[in-house]
């Protein structure tokens, strides 16, 4: 099983620690029964920063190439999982609200954290906000005539 590291989110931002590596998507609890091929590989990278003016953030990257099940014709649809993302860190809904008010122009993400940071969480968020709502073949026509 994976290990789902829990870090200090101020700690691992300043020291701007990385977790990283290459795994199957089904290795991650909340990601297992979305794909029709758990095995397929997921590369993922969550590195922890500052910006400027030295607010804490992280820099996560999730990349795969994977399988869902097509809503219309229910054969298997090819997906990219790509995903390259900068979110600020708030330790409390007031913080986030007030980043947010601060920060309006440059169009930012904020993940409220608490105390401990899980992140396998903020890789299995990445994935799944990154995924189509109604996975589709463009032409399921097409497919099934490719199939045979
Ligand atoms: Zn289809």
């Not at 795994?23 to 758990?38: I, K, N, S």
């Not at 940071?117 to 097409?142: N, Y």
Request: aromatic share 4%; with cysteine.
């Amino acid at each position: 099983m994976l290990e789902r590291p829990e870090v200090l989110p101020s700690n691992f931002a300043e020291k701007s620690r990385c977790w990283e590596g290459n795994t199957m998507v089904g290795d991650f609890e909340r990601l297992a029964q979305e794909f029709v091929d758990p095995e397929a590989i997921l590369h993922y990278r969550v590195c922890g920063g500052q910006d400027a003016r030295g607010r804490p953030r992280l820099h996560c990257t999730v990349k795969a190439d994977v399988e869902m099940e097509c809503q219309r014709c229910l054969k298997p649809v090819n997906v990219t999982v790509d995903s390259d993302r900068v979110l600020y860190l708030a330790a409390s809904e007031a913080e986030a609200d007030r980043l947010e008010t601060v920060l309006a122009d440059e169009d930012i993400e904020v993940l409220v954290t608490g105390q401990t940071l899980d992140l396998a969480g903020v890789v299995e968020d990445e994935v799944l906000l990154s995924l189509p709502i109604v996975p589709m073949h463009e032409d399921c026509t097409m497919m099934s005539v490719a199939d045979v």
